[in-house]
């Protein structure tokens, strides 16, 4: 009994072992995840890109930054916003400046209110919640890259959840987040 459950013990260590992807692996993965985002191939980007996630862990910290913002993109573009966030949220906590991923969070998160906002609408909690997520994103996006469309959107955004201090303290924090702005993701050589 006992060698039958080691037999089996290592079996399924071997198992796990043979599906496990060597850094190598996963750069040269990575490489060709790449070259199909790169030719707007992106049901093979998806493809790639979903073998890679369970060992972004073996891609040095600067790659596995700059494929998580591609795997955003890729989830943004198949609809899967969830997903987007998530991988958004990834690339501002290892560059909190790159405020190309701060506006794409701030617009993922009012997607699905988009509708109400310049309608008279009952503002509710959830509603509010999620102005609330996408206001600091969109402000960040803003004060590096301004544009009179989403300065538009933040001013209504505060009008809509009754926030005139919002507005009013607006120019002081653009100009704050202005000090640190990236446009570009450090990625350092393999």
């Avoid at 909190?96 to 503002?123: F, M």
């Avoid at 933040?154 to 702005?181: E, F």
Wanted: aromatic share 8%.
């Amino acid at each position: 009994m006992l060698k039958k459950t080691l037999f089996i013990v290592i079996i399924v260590i071997a198992g796990k072992m043979a599906n496990a992807q060597t850094a190598d692996e996963v750069y040269d993965r990575y490489v060709d995840f790449n070259e199909a985002f790169l030719n707007a191939n992106m049901e093979k980007a998806m493809t790639l890109g979903e073998q890679i996630l369970p060992d972004t862990a073996k891609l040095k910290p600067g790659i596995r930054t700059s494929f998580y913002n591609f795997m955003a993109q890729v989830y943004e573009g198949d609809h899967q916003s969830m997903n987007a966030i998530t991988y958004y949220n990834r690339v501002i906590t290892a560059q909190p400046n790159y405020y190309v991923a701060h506006r794409a969070l701030g617009y993922l998160y009012i997607k699905d209110i988009s509708g109400k906002l310049a309608k008279d609408i009952i503002v509710d909690a959830a509603y509010i919640g999620k102005i609330k997520k996408a206001l600091p994103h969109l402000e960040k996006a803003q004060a590096c890259d301004p544009d009179d469309q989403t300065l538009s959107l933040i001013k209504l955004l505060y009008r809509n959840i009754k926030d005139q201090h919002g507005i009013d303290t607006l120019p002081a924090r653009l100009a704050q987040l202005k000090k640190n702005c990236e446009d570009i993701l450090s990625t350092p050589t393999p």
